[in-house]
């Protein structure tokens, strides 16, 4: 018999995290009510993490991949090779809140129309992330969720209107554009017929996979009571210039990437050039922020 879901845990040299994520799934009093599989999908970690999960979790399903296939292509296989009516993308590190499963399961049972449904995460302070969001617009390269301005001027209507801020202060589960896959459910197939993620993205995949889903004619939801907590860029230390570069221009391709498909932009069409050089603009100052910050210190 299938499960009701299956629970997907991608990883790389997270094993501290990841036995913390798999703790708070199976600790006393938060296992789901509902059925489901845990699966870690492993892109070939050499901290030790695939040895704590098979002497540890022996009931945990693992995708051991030989290589790094990335975070799409790693959540793809498993996705493909899972048993669930639905898939739960989870980050390494997260920790699941008791209920938090069932909550999007018993959403995704009583709403048909629904293709997918999104936790609400908090950092470990217990301030919010955010992690339901309509598709962004011009305004929001200022009024973005970590930007400057949105930090200081957090009362802005573009800012509020892009996160959702009423709906989810409103406490219910309300309808958005796309979710974080930090803690996403899925209907497996919807996911699959909707083209699965775009293994060529490293940021941007969730919102290029909303795309989809609604082309699909579904919808998105976030769930406000289903709480989850991410220690979203705590675990990767302090990251030099060269690797700082590389993820402002993987959020620059996959940004633009997202952009021209939701606008409908095709390949001649003379406004993707101005998209490009905003966003590659953008990402080079970042990175040259980067480095002067990096040679002070």
Known sequence: MEPDVSIIIANRNGRSFLQDCLDSLQGEGRP????????VTDNASTDGSVEMVKSDYPEVRGVYNQQDLGYCGSNNKAVREANGRYVLLLNNDTQV?????????????????AGG???????????????????PEPANALFGRLSLLSRLLPSNRWYREYICADALEA?????VDWISHAGGLYRRQAFLDAGALDEDLYYWNEPVLSLGLHEHGWKM????????????????GRRPPSVWRRHHLDFAKGSFRFYCLYKKYRSLDPRRILVWAGLYGRACALAIREYLWFQRS
């Open 171 to 175: 406490g219910e589960p309300f309808e």
């Open 117 to 135: 449904v999104g936790a609400r995460l908090f950092y470990p302070d217990g301030s919010e992330q955010y992690s339901g969001r309509l598709f």
């Open 221 to 236: 939801f976030l769930h406000p009571q289903s709480r989850i907590v991410h220690y979203e860029g705590f675990g990767s």
């Open 32 to 39: 789901c009510r509902c059925s489901y599989e845990i699966i």
């Open 97 to 113: 809140k008791a209920e938090a499963v069932d909550l999007l399961v018993e959403f995704m049972d009583e709403t048909p129309v």
